[in-house]
């Protein structure tokens, strides 16, 4: 017996919600979204921060709630729990990012506590020092989680000196921080000129907009405006292999440039880019994963941050397949010329793609995230409105010169990390190798 | 100080059940264009038979691979080309499969999981293949990492006794590879029944529609009984029990501590004041454990408690026990720490400030509304509410509950937790080479 599967409804439009926006005197842009369902607030704060030291920044974010002039630590922490909130930052080589939650009644209480902090934020002693033993106790297990280890040893082969070279500072630089130090980051960089705060949830647009006008006006100031510089060039070279004794696991990491958000080739990269590795449904998957048994989550993915887009390619393989799983990832990068996809292949990662952006805007915390995603490549949340359209319009022409122009093994940057001992004789049959 | 009204979440909530068993949770909400489909099987770790540890995750592995008129591999490619994406989840009382979809993918979503849930299709070769990619997903969990496993793995044999409670649930390797195509089919005969499940669906759609699609593609699932819920019942611990181990890549000494707690479904007033204390200890810079172990001694540098194992309060049943677990500085001492624990579940014991029960409740009812955002997460809460408090309406209603814990609770919780019921699992760091 055979049943047909059944086909889908008609398609329901996409229906993103039309957000509010200001820009208050002191500078600060306020986007506000409506968006009706679980009585809560998701609360996004984004300020530059290119060129700030990354260990500062970070101690920074981690005691940024630790006390103000007039209260403690303790007495904020108890605030934000009476209106069911969080708040939490963190930095990275663009921008300082805070993060926050509650119940849609508290939103103004955790705005005036946002408020304090920004103006008053004091980085008392004593919790400066428990934050920055914390950020070091924490490093040294995360310099112990290989994903974590490839990572670095990626962003410093791919981008040198440049700021992204060197995402995640030392142990060392971090207990070289002293509270000055802090306080001097606050002082020349927190500043709301250029910052933009999101706020969406069950909120009424005007009275969260009057909230925020209360709480945030008395920030002010502005430090000197720092811009990052694009990316460098990437260089291809040999495979890179790092050391990690022991390994039963090897971390295979592949990138190479991609385009902007904006570039006409992005809506094909995007699609490309699922194809190739982005989805379950892709050829990473069903060959490495649901063919070989390889990995269990090959993957690929096309980042955009502010200074460059890249796209990478991540696959954790057992220790013993290193060699023909690296074969596979790499013959697959040239399929997609050589074998490039046919309507229905394209169709199904175009059809993927469109319902994406509807999931992921079905949530208040998903339409925050992407508002302030989109918003730090100066691009408003209506751009997925138009992006869709493109995604509509890629033939298969589009994906077969993109991925001849852009998707080869020849100009990408290989970094494995796994057991030296077991993988280097296998890799160095096939491959160049440099061993880190 | 502003303590918050704690808000309910509006949304209706219809069940019925089908002739063959198999409960049914609709969730309207046409808030988004998009429906959660949810089938939670009443299943899980705990079920597992002897000499298949693991068995019940790689099963819901093998759900993926095909079934009466879906081929391998095409579960994923018929969601995904609806615009959805789904995934599959094996906990240590139930075992879920859940699918997010634009709108108009919702009675794809229900063909789908129908008709796995008259079987799905195994072959040795695909039970090979996934055997390899479990084995590479406990590589990357547990093997090829410091604290894998800590201490959700590592505590219940502590703990407990008998194998369904003790056991690994990832599974050993030797276990997984011995797995055979004829367990998988008794596997599936005795727990994946209709009877045995709660399909819920939860966003955009009329009820009656979702209704009719339902009984279309749910109803000529065959009827089977139900199997009967084995007691998983053991003794509390009457002394102390503790264990420690070297883990090669960790570079700070941890420590978990547990004990027993009521049972979650069938003594569910007894239990809710374990979960308040669990937020009362660690949830934020004004919790008790937080304020004392890491900002004022000094003798940890993180710290979290829980109720169950896998920190779902409301999808699971006993025995279980509230968790406390602290990674320490490279230098620090389990023992000053445990000490320190006992001082303040002492202090609590003495009596809980109103006004700080208050901020606590209001923080769990945020947390639990927050679950509800997706529609995804809410139709999984839903369906774990059915299966094991009886009645979805449940979750909707455990911040309402969680409000009602009193201080007194609270107290009685913390006084229980004393040393000798104590079970603890410390992490001794082999790693920093």
Known sequence: ?436 | MTVATIPAPAFAIETFRLDNGLRVVLAPDPGAPVVGVAVVYDVGMRSEPEGRTGFAHLFEHMMFQGSHNVGKAEHMRHVQSAGGTFNGSTHIDYTDYFNLLPANGLELALFLEADRMRGPAITEENLENQVSVVKEEIRVNVLNRPYGGFPWLKLPPVMFDTFPNAHDGYGSFGDLEAATVDDAQAFFDAFYPASNAVLSVAGDFEPETARALVERHFAGVEARTAPVLPSFAEPDLTTERRESYVDERATLPAVAMAWRVPDPVTELADFLPYVVLGELLTDGDASRLVERLIHRDRTATAVAAHATFMAEPFASRGPTALLIQAFLPPTGDADTVMAAVGEELARVAGGVDEAELGRIKARVAAQLLRSDDSVMGRARRLATAEVFHGDARYATRFATLLGEVTAESVARAAEAMTQNRRAVIEVVPGGNQ
């Open chain 1, 1 to 436: 017996m055979s049943t047909a599967v059944p086909g889908l409804a008609p398609e329901v439009p996409l229906a993103l919600p039309t957000p509010v926006e200001r820009v208050l005197p002191n500078g600060l842009s306020v986007t506000l979204v409506r968006r009706p369902g679980v009585p809560i607030a998701e609360v996004r704060l984004s300020i530059p921060a290119a060129h700030a030291d990354l260990a500062v920044a970070d101690v920074l974010s981690a005691a940024l709630f630790a006390g103000t002039e007039s209260a403690t630590m303790t007495e904020i922490a108890q605030r934000l729990q009476g209106v069911g909130g969080s708040l939490g930052a963190g930095a990275d080589p663009d921008r300082l990012a805070v993060s926050g939650t509650c119940l849609a009644s508290g939103l103004s209480e955790l705005l005036d506590i946002l408020g304090d902090i920004l103006v008053a934020a004091d980085y008392p002693e004593a919790p400066l020092a428990v934050e920055q033993s914390r950020i070091i106790d924490g490093l040294s297990v995360a310099e112990q989680q290989p994903d974590f280890q490839v990572s670095r040893a990626l962003d410093a082969r791919l981008w040198g000196d440049h700021p992204y070279g060197h995402q995640q500072p030392t142990a060392a630089e971090v207990a070289a921080v002293v509270r000055d130090d802090v306080r001097a980051l606050h002082a020349s960089r927190l500043h709301p000129d250029g910052s933009r705060l999101v706020i969406v949830g069950d909120i009424d647009p005007d009275a969260a907009l009057a909230a925020v006008e209360k709480s945030l006006a008395a920030w002010n100031g502005s430090g000197e405006p720092r811009h990052m510089e694009p990316l460098p060039s990437l260089v291809p070279g040999p495979v890179v292999l790092v050391d990690r004794p022991g390994s039963v696991q090897s971390a295979i990491r592949i990138a190479y440039p991609a385009v902007g958000r904006t570039h006409d080739d992005n809506a094909a990269q995007h699609l490309a880019n699922l194809i190739y590795g982005g989805y379950f449904t892709s050829r990473l998957v069903m060959n490495l994963r649901e063919t070989k048994g390889y990995g269990y989550s090959p993957r690929s993915r096309v980042d955009h941050s502010p200074a460059g887009s890249v796209q990478l390619t991540s696959v954790d393989v057992a220790t013993e397949v290193t060699a023909p799983a690296l074969a596979e990832v790499v013959s697959e990068l040239r399929g997609m010329a050589e074998r490039a996809p046919d309507e229905a292949e394209l169709d199904l990662a175009r059809r993927y793609a469109l319902g994406s952006v509807k999931l992921a805007t079905a949530t208040q915390s998903g339409i925050a995230n992407y508002t302030s995603a989109l918003a730090a490549c100066g691009l408003p949340l209506s751009w997925l409105a138009e992006h869709s359209e493109r995604l509509r319009a890629v033939t298969p022409a589009d994906i077969k010169r993109v991925a001849a122009e852009r998707m080869s093994p020849d100009g990408a940057v290989t970094v494995v990390l796994g057991d030296g001992a077991e993988v280097t004789g296998p890799l160095s049959e096939t491959a160049e190798i440099e061993v880190l």
